[in-house]
C-alpha cells in the first residue's frame, strides 16, 4: 500500500514543480507598437527587443509582469520598451516599486515612451530608465502625492513627520539618480526629485549670461542667488506641485530623450526592426498573483500548521506536502512580484530542512533546530523586501513593518498550535 501512496506523491510535486517553471516564463507575441494592446495578434517571434504595455494603476499584476519581462530581456539580451499609456495611481505599492527599481537600474537598454497622463510608480519607472521619450501632449510627474499618509496624520507633530518622510524620499531618489548608468543634467535632476518632493517650487526661466541666453529650471534660492549676481533673468514661469512636466519641457530640459509623434516612431529612433519586437502574453501565474497576495499570511500560517501536524502524523502524508506545498506558493507570490529570489526560497526550504533533521534525525542537539529557525525568520524577512540592510530611511520604514508582520505571523502560528 506504501507503492502508490509514494508514487502519487512524487507525481503530485513533479507536477508542481512543473507548474511553477511554467510561470516564469511565457510565449512572446509580435508586437506593433501603433495599435494597443487589445488589438494585438498573436503572431510568434524571436524578440530583440521586448515591450510591456501599462495603463492605469500598476497593481500586483502589472508589477509581476515587469519583473517577469525584465527577467526574460536578461536571459534573451533582449532590450526593454516600457510602453506607459495614462498610466500610474493613488494606491500603488511603494515597496513593490521599490523592488521594480531596483530591478529596473540593474537591466541595460530600457527604454520608456510615456503618452498622456504618467504619474506615481509609472513615472518613477520613465525617471530610472536608460532613456525616456515623451509623445506630443504628455503629462509626466507627481511621483508621491501632496497628502499626508494616516501613520503622518497620526503622528505627534505630523507636520514634522511629514517633512521627515519627504526628506527621506528626496534622498532615496537622489541616490537613485546618481546610481543612472545616463546621469541626468542639472537641470532635469532638479526636475526629477521636485516630482519625488510637492514642496519644491521650481520655476523656469531665461537667463542671459555673456550675451547668451538659455533656458533654465532653478528653485526659489537658486533664484534668488542667481539675481544677487547680477545675472539677467527673465521669461519666469511658475511649474506646478506637485510637479507635472509637459513633453515640450521634458525635452528642453533634457529629462527626456525627444518627443514622438507616435510610439511606432520609437522603431525608427532607436533603429528596431520591427519585426523582432515582441510581448509577454500574461501566464496563469500572473492571473492568479492577486489572489496569492491576499492569501499569501494564510498560506504561512496554515502550511507552518501543516507541517507541525506531519510532526505528530508518522510517515510522510497528506499534510506533510501540503504545508509544503503552501509555504512554496508564499514564497512564489514573492518571487513573481521581484521581492524573493531564488536564494530566498532556497534558504528558506534548507531552513524547513535542518528543523526536520532536529526533530527527526537528531533529536536534543538544538543547532539544526536554531539554525534552521534563523533561515526561516531570515529568508521570510528578506522575501518581503528587496534589500538585505536598509540604506535610508524609507528603507527602514520598509524593514520595520515587515518586523511587525513576522512577528505576529509567528505569535498567530505559536496561539493556534497551542489550541
Not at 150 to 155: E, T
Not at 380 to 394: A, E, R
Request: one cysteine or more; aromatic letters at 6%; charged letters at 20%.
Amino acid at each position: 500500500m506504501s507503492v502508490p501512496r509514494k508514487s502519487t506523491l512524487r507525481w503530485l510535486w513533479f507536477a508542481l514543480v512543473l507548474s511553477l517553471l511554467s510561470a516564469c516564463g511565457g510565449p512572446v507575441a509580435r508586437v506593433a507598437l501603433d495599435r494597443p494592446p487589445s488589438e494585438q495578434g498573436e503572431q510568434a517571434v524571436e524578440p530583440t527587443v521586448l515591450v510591456v504595455s501599462l495603463t492605469g494603476k500598476i497593481g500586483t499584476v502589472e508589477m509581476a509582469r515587469c519583473h517577469r519581462t525584465l527577467r526574460e530581456a536578461e536571459q534573451r539580451g533582449c532590450r526593454v520598451v516600457f510602453r506607459l499609456d495614462n498610466a500610474g495611481s493613488q494606491g500603488e505599492d511603494p515597496g513593490g516599486l521599490q523592488s521594480l527599481l531596483d530591478r529596473l537600474q540593474q537591466s541595460e537598454g530600457t527604454i520608456a515612451v510615456l503618452r498622456g497622463r504618467v504619474t506615481f510608480s509609472a513615472a518613477a519607472i520613465a525617471l530610472f530608465c536608460d532613456k525616456a521619450y515623451c509623445l506630443n501632449g504628455a503629462e509626466w510627474g507627481a511621483i508621491v502625492k501632496p497628502e499626508m499618509e494616516v501613520d503622518v496624520l497620526l503622528a505627534q507633530d505630523p507636520d514634522s513627520a511629514a517633512n521627515r518622510h519627504l526628506d527621506s524620499l528626496r534622498e532615496m531618489f537622489r541616490a537613485r539618480l546618481e546610481a543612472r548608468r545616463n546621469r541626468l543634467r542639472p537641470d532635469a535632476e532638479r526636475l526629477a526629485l521636485a516630482m519625488a518632493d510637492p514642496r519644491v517650487q521650481l520655476v523656469a526661466l531665461t537667463v542671459r549670461e555673456g550675451g547668451l541666453e538659455r533656458a533654465r529650471v532653478l528653485d526659489q534660492q537658486e533664484l534668488a542667488g542667481l539675481r544677487e549676481q547680477g545675472a539677467d533673468v527673465f521669461a519666469e514661469t511658475l511649474l506646478t506641485r506637485p510637479l507635472m512636466v509637459t513633453a515640450h519641457q521634458a525635452e528642453e530640459f533634457g529629462l527626456s530623450s525627444g518627443t514622438l509623434q507616435g510610439f511606432d516612431q520609437l522603431a525608427d529612433v532607436e533603429v528596431i526592426d520591427r519585426a523582432t519586437m515582441g510581448e509577454l502574453r500574461e501566464n496563469w501565474a500572473e492571473h492568479m498573483v492577486a489572489w496569492l497576495e491576499l492569501l499569501q499570511p494564510f498560506l504561512v500560517i496554515a502550511g507552518f500548521l501543516l507541517l507541525l501536524l506531519e510532526v505528530k502524523t508518522p510517515g510522510f502524508a497528506l499534510p506533510g506536502l501540503l504545508g509544503c506545498v503552501f509555504l512554496g506558493l508564499a514564497m512564489f507570490h514573492s518571487y513573481l512580484v521581484g521581492l524573493a529570489e531564488i536564494t530566498e526560497i532556497l534558504v528558506f526550504f534548507l531552513g524547513l530542512a535542518a528543523i526536520a533533521v532536529e526533530i527527526f534525525l537528531l533529536p536534543g542537539t538544538v543547532v539544526f533546530g536554531l539554525v534552521g529557525f534563523l533561515c526561516l525568520v531570515l529568508s521570510l524577512l528578506l522575501s518581503q523586501q528587496s534589500f538585505v540592510l536598509p540604506s535610508n530611511s524609507v528603507e527602514e520604514e520598509i524593514l520595520l513593518w515587515n518586523l511587525l508582520n513576522l512577528v505576529l505571523l509567528f505569535v498567530s502560528v505559536a496561539v493556534l498550535t497551542w489550541l
